[in-house]
């Protein structure tokens, strides 16, 4: 079964120290990994893209396909990540197809204390 | 970049009304738009899948009669909440992928539309 779990619900640091949210996918098929973040009464917007292999506010995740992970990274965390983040799969409708849905993880409160 | 619109971001009425809720892709077009439903402090769980000129697909356990979506046009969705009951009181997100920019492409969200059914 397609699955993406996020272990922690909560994940509390102090401003500067590094940040490393999980995430694991559960996929027979070459995967498309996404991570999504959505601050305090906004929107959810996306973060990066594995396919894309690009560092975002700081931010970089690397497909691990031996450990089945997607774990996103920051080195020096700042008060302003201070959100919600999701981790999702893209779930094709046919295989290989570009038709399909997104499968959320439950997602990872980040906290950055000053 | 892409935008998407939904519109009302909140809505308060009484038990047995009937609600629409609209979503827009404002500058591009979706072949293909999602709505989701989100509890409290709980994930997105993807109600159904929209389809433009043709029916929607809905998850298991969501109610087709209940839940109804028409995607008239390539750049809008519309979700009514039929006879709506305090259960039904929920934040239901909408989402879209630009298809015309072929595989992988990521998804679009709404602000939400906040639903409190008294």
């Known amino acids: 079964a397609q699955r993406v779990t996020q272990p922690e619900k909560l994940l509390s640091v102090f401003k500067g120290a590094p940040v490393e949210l999980k995430c694991n996918y559960s996929?027979?098929?070459?995967?498309?990994l996404f991570w999504y973040v959505q601050y305090s009464r906004q929107r959810l917007q996306l973060l990066l893209r594995?396919?894309s292999r690009e560092s975002i506010k700081g931010f970089t995740a690397d497909l691990n396909k031996g450990e089945t992970s997607f774990h996103l990274k920051k080195p020096f965390a700042q008060e302003e990540d201070s959100a919600m983040y999701y981790c999702?799969?893209?779930?094709?409708?046919?295989?290989?197809?570009?038709?399909?849905?997104?499968?959320f993880g439950k997602g990872t409160k980040l906290s950055v204390k000053p | 970049g892409a935008v998407v619109s939904q519109h009302p971001s909140r809505v308060i009425c009484k038990s047995g009304t009937s609600v629409k809720i609209e979503c827009r892709s404002l500058?591009?077009?979706?072949?293909?738009m999602f709505w989701y439903r989100q509890f409290p402090k709980q994930s997105l769980m993807l109600m159904a899948t929209?389809?433009?000129?043709?029916?929607?697909?809905?998850e298991q356990g969501v109610e087709k009669d209940k839940f109804l979506i028409n995607h008239a046009s390539l750049t809008l969705s519309t979700l009514t909440v039929t006879s709506a009951h305090p259960e039904d009181s929920s934040f239901y997100i909408c989402?879209?992928?630009?298809?015309?920019?072929?595989?992988?492409?990521?998804?679009?969200f709404g602000d939400g539309t906040r639903l409190s059914i008294l």
């Open positions: 989402s879209a992928r630009d298809t015309g920019q072929g595989n992988g492409q990521p998804q679009h």
């Open positions: 996929y027979s098929g070459s995967p498309e």
């Open positions: 594995h396919i």
């Open positions: 999702a799969l893209f779930s094709p409708m046919n295989y290989g197809g570009s038709q399909g849905n997104l499968i």
């Open positions: 500058d591009f077009q979706a072949t293909t």
């Open positions: 929209s389809n433009e000129g043709s029916k929607a697909t809905y």
